[in-house]
Each structure stands twice: as structure tokens, then as C-alpha cells.
T-cell receptor, first 113, second 114 residues
Framework: GAVVSQHPSWVICKSGTSVKIECRSL??????MFWYRQFPKQSLMLMAT?????????EQGVEKDKFLINHASLTLSTLTVTSAHPEDSSFYIC?????????FGEGSRLTVL | GDSVTQMEGPVTLSEEAFLTINCTYT??????LFWYVQYPGEGLQLLLK?????DKGSNKGFEATYRKETTSFHLEKGSVQVSDSAVYFC?????????????FGQGTTLQVKP
């Protein structure tokens, strides 16, 4: 069964609104989770590392005020896309480190109109 | 910086055909190399990995050999099945196997027809 669950799978929102995506670790207690972004026909790019109980670590070029990450418990990390614009439309994927490998969620597709 | 390049898809094959998906990389030092697979509606799953030169990763009939001299990690399978239809991602990492700092290729969609 799934080790990591993301919700929602699909979301459509109006420009200027904020959208929250949840990532739940079902089998592991995760002090760290990772958030990726994928544009059509392009690679997955690591956006940030979510740290339980402390601030997320963002990759170069990722706006931390645009992509708010909260890791409030050992099983849940959330990514909030604030004041979303059409260029934020993308596929967002989270992952959880397990024993010897990463486990990925099924992804959340965001479309901003 | 480090990068991974995969052959563009989609790759369309008939059942029982031989599969090769090319992957080449650019990296400093000696990265670990991975193939991930994403079936429709599911998350990426680790398919196989190799952590040093000349290592061969294998799983579910798929194989890939870490070729440092050609900086390649091509994925092969002798006889594909319809159930192999998925998106395949090549990736590298300088850390441990469960580090999040993976560099991915753009993914190759495989369609296997009966």
C-alpha cells in the first residue's frame, strides 16, 4: 500500500487565491520531508526540505514567502502556494525518506486560472 | 552543475519487445544512480539503483549498469509487458539513497501495446 499520501490530487483555483497541499507519511515518522515541482516535459526539481518543528530549507531560487511549508507533526507536512498565479501551475510532489530509499506521494496538480 | 538527460518519449513498444531507455549524466565525483518508475495515479517508486562504477542494478526484469566511462545508466528489459507502461525517471544523488537531493531527468513515458 501507499507509504506517502498527498491531498488533493487535483486543484483548480483562481489567480490571487492560496492553495494548501498536504503530504502525509503513512508508514514512517518523518522528521524530514521533501517537496518537488515538475513542469510539463521537465525534470522534478527539489523546492525545499521540510523540517519537523523548525523552518524549512529552501533551494536556491525558490521564494519562501510564495511557497509556505509547515511541518507540524512527524506525519504531516503542508505546502501552501500563496497568492497563486498561472505561472505557479505545476505538479507538486512530496517525498519521505525511508530505509535506504525515498518514498513519493502521488503528486498534486495545481492549475491556476 | 550536475544534470541528467533521458531520451525523449513517448516510447511505444509491442508486448515482449526489448526496451532501452537511455540516460546520461553530468556530475562531479562519483554519484549514486537511480531509476524511478511512476505508474498511472501513483507516486514514484524506486525501481533500481547502483552506487558505484560497473555496478548493475536490477529489479522486476529491468537492468541498468553504471558506466562511468560513458557517464551512462541505460535502462533495459528483455521483454516488456503491458503492465510496464509508466513514466520512468533517471536520477542521481551524491548523498545516501534516501536523501532528498536527487537530480532527475525529465522522465520517459513508456507505452506497451498488447
Amino acid at each position: 500500500g501507499a507509504v506517502v499520501s498527498q491531498h488533493p490530487s487535483w486543484v483548480i483555483c483562481k489567480s490571487g487565491t492560496s492553495v494548501k497541499i498536504e503530504c502525509r507519511s503513512l508508514d514512517f515518522q518523518a522528521t524530514t520531508m521533501f517537496w518537488y515541482r515538475q513542469f510539463p516535459k521537465q525534470s522534478l526539481m527539489l523546492m525545499a526540505t521540510s523540517n519537523e518543528g523548525s523552518k524549512a530549507t529552501y533551494e536556491q531560487g525558490v521564494e519562501k514567502d510564495k511557497f509556505l511549508i509547515n511541518h507540524a507533526s512527524l506525519t504531516l507536512s503542508t505546502l501552501t502556494v500563496t497568492s497563486a498565479h498561472p505561472e505557479d501551475s505545476s505538479f507538486y510532489i512530496c517525498s519521505v525518506p525511508g530505509t535506504g530509499e525515498l518514498f513519493f506521494g502521488e503528486g498534486s496538480r495545481l492549475t491556476v486560472l | 552543475g550536475d544534470s541528467v538527460t533521458q531520451m525523449e518519449g513517448p516510447v511505444t513498444l509491442s508486448e515482449e519487445a526489448f526496451l532501452t531507455i537511455n540516460c546520461t549524466y553530468t556530475a562531479t565525483g562519483y554519484p549514486s544512480l537511480f531509476w524511478y518508475v511512476q505508474y498511472p495515479g501513483e507516486g514514484l517508486q524506486l525501481l533500481l539503483k547502483a552506487t558505484k562504477a560497473d555496478d548493475k542494478g536490477s529489479n522486476k526484469g529491468f537492468e541498468a549498469t553504471y558506466r562511468k566511462e560513458t557517464t551512462s545508466f541505460h535502462l533495459e528489459k528483455g521483454s516488456v509487458q503491458v503492465s510496464d507502461s509508466a513514466v520512468y525517471f533517471c536520477a542521481l544523488s551524491h548523498g545516501s539513497s534516501n536523501t532528498g537531493k536527487l537530480i532527475f531527468g525529465q522522465g520517459t513515458t513508456l507505452q506497451v501495446k498488447p
